[in-house]
């Protein structure tokens, strides 16, 4: 096969048919650009331009396509695009690349390669359309269309504002006052300046480039063989159906029919068939055919283009999925799709052929019947054609055509699957009296719901079929559909997906019903005329369903940041350092070094029971696995068998006889490939034996029961404040043991674990990581090496995002490629994959929180009693942090007094490692949620209790001590006051008031609260070298994770070496290199966690500066003064919730943050928007479940969510104030500020539930409600109330009936 990439052609002899385009591309050229993150299609890391030519039309096709699942045999006679092609360092970059290093749009930079070619393909695409000419400088891109090219990308670092706004610069349509800041232009200058300034695009260049050779070469049906593997490409019927025939196989396994493969993102695959049958050659299947009966779709044909053909806007876009793979997963396999669905209720009929036999059946008997024949194919589909038409021929009114469909998803966009989905059709027309609305016929069709696949709700067709739709109707209707829509036994939150089923079809036919203006408020009464039906849109009368609902993306952004010249070019927004060659992808990650010669790859297999003796370990063939060299575990370890060693103590790099939990380190195989060790550690299977074990330990209650803690040590356990009896005894009110808890989260860094060793001369050893903590991990690998310290080198030079995950949980990964490569003597590497990623990392600390609060009428709070039991997992790993982190949030409100009891339970369940703002954000919720239970409890605003408790200088004294810095210093009551003035924040709570006072199924919430952190430095090393031609080198014992260390760095060295430097500051800062972590060159350079590393590095280096220039003692004093203190941070949220399905939107945020002395603002505004969204993360979407074992069960992106650009705020404003105080680090504080928007979402609960228990003629107060975390949709519309329409509608019948 040949193919090109980039502007190199390969010519390829030996294929096996199921390598991806991506194991291709990373393994067999320099191209490394596509990253490995999922695997399953759920990321965009992977995306790839691929180029492909029409003979017949002459015509060249530019589509993305997620290589982690393109076969490359797929790709025979294409042109492969990947961020090194769209530009780079050699070549000179693609504007793309300069405007996302420009708006500081790459962070870690893992996912930002996937992002430019995602953009890329958007603009090649957009600007060969024949849309009008754009302005100069601009493509033929909307804003719109800009924005959702990354709509499938995740990035778990920048918060996505940043590059969103990268991506609608290109846009022809942009207002330029909405990018946001860039390192390009100043604020206030003109438009074309800010154009002129911005790297150049013509939209006439752009085209990718496909080669003349293979279009020559280009031969449609070419069949390839290798090593016994065949891939056939058929071009007629004929072909196919012998193929087809041949082969004596009928099972599943050793022949596959594919088209795009995306079907194997959510059926992982784990077999290698021996025949693969590509369909997208054989015309029948590819083409789209109209007619006046009906449209009739190909079976081959991608999605994408069948949308178009209907000529539907549709935001989905599964990257070149089939109709037909598609429809064949949903009937043999039960994917809950959402096509299946919408097909069924247009009566859609699908062609099936079986041998020589053709057959053609309605998509309901097709989905119903069991499972297809594995040699069946699935020809096409023919949608019928419907067209209103005259009721009949006396009848003044036509009939009209209503189609709608629907769907709940965790998110809008991206690889989600719905909790229930439905597509409606229905024929009506109006009462010849004018009165109404009659509903001729309907096609209700439902799916997703934990059906076996998509159904019509028949009954509810039949009953509704002819009648004059009103209140009892629709009331009657939906009594049925309860009846018929039950999710089968075991689907997840089966209530709240029978609730969707019903909102949806109130939402459907509600605005053609019919009520008394007095009932419903003038809601319900659009249309009852002809002339509705006759002149205007269904959605008429629609505003309160959504209508006027916020769009799906980003509205608008502020960013505002007060930079200082006084240590230029320290506080300078400067560019993030190498984010240009992140764009590019050449950037080198660990798993982007070259393998050395004769590299072997390795995989954990780990336990899948929690506390069980481990008999032996098998391979379920029998034998050794393909490519399987060997199994290393605990008795290949030379020196002690140590996985973690920190000074809070250490844990086993292998189970030793017994696995602790489940996910437990077990054995490492090794194999010739990361995919032959992955597959042989999924064939692994473990032989356990619990006898005469003790049950294990699942939950914080069993660990009380049975006294199994991990310790603190004293010196980490804080203080006390004051004294709660006495508080108790101050307090007119009081809450006494109420119950809050919390889960885990999930780090979902985009560049899963990962490390190369390589063994080296005289006993030594070198050792490539990804991790945060090159230290530990250099003296953990010495440790079970047997070696000395000096015999181990451990280097990272940047890590794909860590949020805490890689502190500690990397060190083992690098430490069994270590052993390995030191029994084997060859280098071994390892690359987790996703799901033992997420199996193994254990994540934020789970707790249950009891509380005792005292207060007086006025809601100020005397004192507060918190029992506290963490979860944390069986290995102590730094849980021992956990309660001061977590007391220093809690001190954020004057409690009057404050005593807590703080206990790390240990459990047989993974370790818990530090997370990002750890304990701080568990504390953050908890204050809130106590804030909010007072008020309830006293019936006060929620906003007026949180503010008679913020500090005054006084209290902070008392719970802060020494840390509370000066009077002056103290800017959160400033900060309060300034964020409800420039947010508008008492007008906009009187809008909301307003809003919900006339939105029935959508309500609004907002609050403000503030946060405090407490800022802890640790030293760290640092050397400055300047070279004989002047330019200067620097290592610091911090590790780039993408918060921008170096950049800080490098201002820093600039700035102190500006004194003996003769040209501008700026030249000096290009003259500086900061290279990687390497524990030979640099000892001791601890950890870098805790948000800080990047101000103690740049003190280091800043001394180091100051030996070299021995002359800025008066700064250094000055920095040194500034080296413990507190920060303040405040925030504004609002958001609206849709009470039909719970989903919540987060309309706006105001972040006002005192970062102190900032060392770079735009580095540190990236740092609170990304750490924000992170928090949004935590407490509206990331669930981490595992099963009774406690063995993880969300082990990927089709289960874990992370925010994605359409979850973030739709206005999201940030002020970072330079009050000049102190440093104050960006990194993890406003993670915690993201509970507000779980306090404005229970806001609007509160609303909906004022309605709810109207409509009910209840009166009881809802003061002990509680809103879990994350607030998901199924958790949201819980507390709105599951049957809020059913509530409803009763109440307008008797209404109704009572005004009559
Ligand atoms: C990131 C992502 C997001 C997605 N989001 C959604 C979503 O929101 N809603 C939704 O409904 N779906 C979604 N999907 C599913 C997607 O629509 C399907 O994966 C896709 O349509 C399958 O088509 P394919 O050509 O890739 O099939 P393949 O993966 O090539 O094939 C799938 C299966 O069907 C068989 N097959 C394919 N064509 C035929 C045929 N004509 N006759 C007989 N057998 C055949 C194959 O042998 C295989 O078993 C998503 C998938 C991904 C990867
Ligand atoms: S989409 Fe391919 S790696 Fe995630
Ligand atoms: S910059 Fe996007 S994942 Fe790190």
Redesign the pocket.
């Given at each position: 096969m040949a193919l090109q990439v980039q502007v190199e052609k390969f010519e390829l002899y030996d294929v096996d048919p199921s390598t991806t385009l991506l194991e291709f591309l990373r393994s067999q050229t320099p191209f490394k650009s596509v990253k490995l993150s999922c695997g399953e299609?759920?990321c965009g890391a992977c995306v790839a331009l691929l180029s492909k030519y029409d003979p017949v039309l002459d015509q060249v096709e530019d589509f993305t396509v997620?290589s982690c699942?393109t076969l490359l045999c797929s790709v025979n006679g294409c042109s492969i695009t990947t961020a090194e092609g769209v530009g780079n360092s050699k070549d000179g970059f693609h504007p793309i690349q300069k405007r996302f290093a420009g708006f500081h749009a790459s962070q870690c930079g893992f996912c930002t390669p996937g992002m430019c070619v995602s953009l890329y393909s958007a603009l090649v695409n957009a600007d060969k359309t024949n849309r009008p000419e754009p302005r100069r400088g601009f493509s033929k891109l909307t804003v719109s269309e800009a924005e959702k090219s990354i709509a499938?990308n995740l990035c778990r670092c920048t918060g996505y504002r940043p590059i969103a706004d990268a991506c609608k610069s290109f846009a022809a349509d942009v207002d330029m006052e909405d990018l946001g800041l860039n390192s390009f232009w100043k604020k206030g200058e003109s438009d074309e300046v800010r154009l002129s300034r911005l790297p150049s695009y013509n939209h006439n260049n752009a085209s990718s480039n496909f080669p003349e050779f293979l279009k020559k070469e280009l031969k449609a049906g070419a069949n390839l063989a290798s090593k016994g593997y065949h891939w056939y490409s058929p071009v007629s019927l004929e072909q196919l159906q012998s193929l087809l025939q041949g082969g004596e196989e009928n099972d599943e396994t050793s022949m596959?029919?594919?088209?795009?493969?995306?079907?194997?993102?959510?059926y992982k695959e784990l077999v290698v068939y021996e025949r693969y049958i590509d369909?997208k050659y054989v015309p029948e299947?590819s083409t789209i055919r109209k007619d006046q009966t009906g449209i009739e779709i190909g079976?081959?044909v991608t999605?994408s283009k069948a949308i178009k053909a209907l000529k539907e806007e549709n935001d989905?876009d599964?990257?070149?999925?089939?109709?037909?793979?598609?429809l064949?997963?949903a009937q043999?396999k039960q994917f809950p799709?959402?096509?299946a669905t919408i097909l069924l209720s247009v009566g859609t009929l699908v062609n099936i052929m079986t041998g020589q036999k053709h057959e053609e059946l309605t998509l309901e008997d097709f989905l119903g019947m069991p499972p297809?024949h594995p040699k069946?194919?699935?020809l096409s589909i023919k949608i019928p054609c419907w067209v209103s038409r005259k009721k009949d021929v006396s009848s003044e009114t036509d009939t009209k055509l209503l189609f709608e469909t629907y769907r709940a998803a965790p998110r809008p966009l991206g690889?989600?699957l719905s909790y229930l989905n439905a597509a409606f059709l229905a024929e009506v027309s109006a009462c010849s009296d004018s009165t109404g609305v009659v509903l001729n016929n309907c096609w209700l069709a439902f799916g997703a719901y934990g059906t076996k696949h998509a159904i019509r709700a028949r009954k509810v067709e039949e009953f509704l079929a002819g009648k004059t739709l009103s209140v009892s109707v629709l009331y009657e209707a939906i009594k049925i559909l309860e009846t018929i829509i039950v999710p089968e036994d075991g689907t997840s939150s089966p209530a709240y997906r029978s609730s969707l089923a019903i909102g949806f079809l109130f939402e459907f036919l509600s605005p053609l019903v019919d009520t008394p203006p007095e009932i419903s408020n003038g809601w319900l009464n659009g249309c009852n005329s002809t002339e509705w039906l006759m002149g205007s849109k269904f959605k008429q009368n629609y505003d309160q369903f959504g209508e006027t609902k916020p769009p799906t993306l980003l509205l608008s952004a502020k960013q505002v940041i007060h930079s200082s010249k006084e240590y230029h070019p320290v506080g300078e927004p400067i560019q993030k350092t190498g984010a240009t060659i992140q764009a590019s992808g050449e950037a080198v990650y660990v798993d982007d070094i070259p393998s050395p010669s004769n590299c072997l790859h390795g995989a954990f297999i780990y336990s899948t029971e929690p506390l069980a003796r481990v008999k032996g370990i098998k391979f379920k063939s029998g034998s050794l696995p393909n490519g399987v060299t060997g199994i290393i575990s605990v008795k290949d370890i030379p020196g002690k068998n140590v996985g973690c060693v920190t000074g809070l103590g250490e844990e086993p790099l292998y189970a030793d006889e017994v696995a602790q939990c489940a996910g437990d380190r077990i054995a490492f195989v090794v194999a010739d490939t990361q995919k032959h060790a992955d597959l042989a550690a999924n064939l692994a299977v473990v032989d356990y034996d619990k006898e005469n074990l003790e049950p294990p330990i699942l939950s914080v209650e069993e660990a009380v029961e049975r006294c199994s803690f991990l310790e603190v040590p004293p010196f980490l356990y804080p203080e006390q404040v004051g004294n709660f009896s006495e508080g108790m005894a101050e307090a007119d009110h009081q809450i006494l043991s109420a119950e809050l808890k919390l889960g885990s989260q999930y780090y979902f860094y985009m560049e899963t674990q990962t490390a190369l060793a390589v063994p080296d001369e005289d006993n030594c050893i070198v050792v490539y990581s990804s991790t945060q903590s090159p230290e530990y991990t250099h003296d953990t690998i010495a440790k079970c090496l047997g070696l000395p310290g000096h015999n181990v080198r451990l280097i990272t030079r940047r890590v794909g995002g860590g949020f805490g995950g890689k502190a500690l949980k990397s060190i083992p990964v690098a430490t069994a490629c270590a052993v390995a490569a030191y029994k084997l003597q060859r280098p071994v590497r390892m690359y987790l994959n996703r799901k033992t990623d997420m199996i193994m990392a254990g994540g934020r600390h789970p707790m249950k929180i009891t509380y005792s609060v005292g207060f007086k009428s006025n809601g100020k709070i005397t004192a507060l009693k918190l029992d506290i039991l963490i979860d944390a997992g069986i290995y102590p790993d730094v849980s021992a942090i956990m309660p001061e982190h977590m007391v220093g949030t809690l001190r954020k409100y004057d409690w009057g007094a404050l005593s807590f009891d703080i206990k790390l339970c240990k459990t047989n369940l993974p370790s818990r490692s530090a997370m990002r703002a750890p304990g701080e954000i568990q504390a953050s919720f908890i204050t809130e949620a106590i804030i909010e239970h007072v008020a309830s409890t006293l019936s006060l605003d929620v906003d007026s209790v949180r503010t008679i408790n913020l500090h005054t200088y006084n209290s902070l004294g008392l719970f802060y001590k020494n840390n509370a810095g000066e009077p002056l210093e103290y800017t959160l009551p400033s900060i309060w006051d300034k964020l409800a003035t420039s947010s508008s924040f008492y007008h906009r709570t009187e809008m909301i008031k307003q809003f919900n006072r006339t939105h029935k199924w959508r309500k609004r919430g907002i609050s403000r609260v503030p946060t405090v952190h407490e800022v802890g430095m640790r030293p760290t090393p640092g050397k400055v070298s300047i070279l004989k031609d002047g330019t200067i080198v620097v290592e610091v014992g911090g590790v780039e994770l993408g918060q921008g260390l170096w950049t800080k760095v490098k201002q820093m060295t600039a700035y102190g070496l500006s004194l003996v430097q003769c040209g501008g500051t700026e030249e000096l800062v290009e003259r500086v290199r900061v290279i990687q972590a390497d524990t030979l060159s640099l000892i001791q350079g601890g950890m870098t966690a805790g948000s800080t590393t990047s101000e103690a590095s740049c003190e280091a280096v800043r001394l180091c500066c100051n030996v070299l220039v021995e002359r800025l003692t008066a700064l250094k004093e000055r920095l040194l003064e500034q080296m413990k203190s507190i920060d303040w941070e405040t925030l504004i949220l609002q958001v609206e919730i849709n009470l039909l399905t719970g989903e919540t939107t987060t309309l706006r945020t105001d972040i006002i943050y005192d970062c102190g002395q900032s060392l770079n603002p735009a580095v540190d505004l990236g740092q609170i928007e990304g750490a924000y969204v992170q928090g949004i993360g935590f407490f509206m979407l990331e669930e981490y479940p595992t099963n009774s074992d406690g063995l993880v069960t969300a082990n990927g992106t089709w289960s874990y969510k992370i925010p994605t650009v359409d979850t973030i705020p739709k206005q999201f404003n940030v002020e970072i104030l330079n009050s000049g105080h102190h440093q104050n680090p960006s990194g993890e504080p406003p993670l915690t500020l993201a509970v507000s928007v779980h306090c404005a979402t229970m806001a609007a609960i509160k609303e909906a539930r004022k309605q709810l228990i109207s409509w009910s003629g209840k009166k009881e107060p809802d003061i002990a409600l509680q809103l879990e975390v994350p607030a998901t949709m199924p958790v949201v519309k819980e507390l709105c109330g599951l049957d809020t329409i059913q509530k409803f509608l009763q109440w307008t019948i008797v209404n109704t009936i009572g005004t009559k």
């Open positions: 299609g759920g997620n699942l499938g596959k029919i594919v088209v795009g493969n995306t079907g194997t993102g959510y369909l299947l079976a081959a999605i989905y599964p990257h070149r999925g089939s109709v037909g793979g598609n064949i997963m043999r799709s959402d096509m297809l069946s194919v699935l690889n989600t």
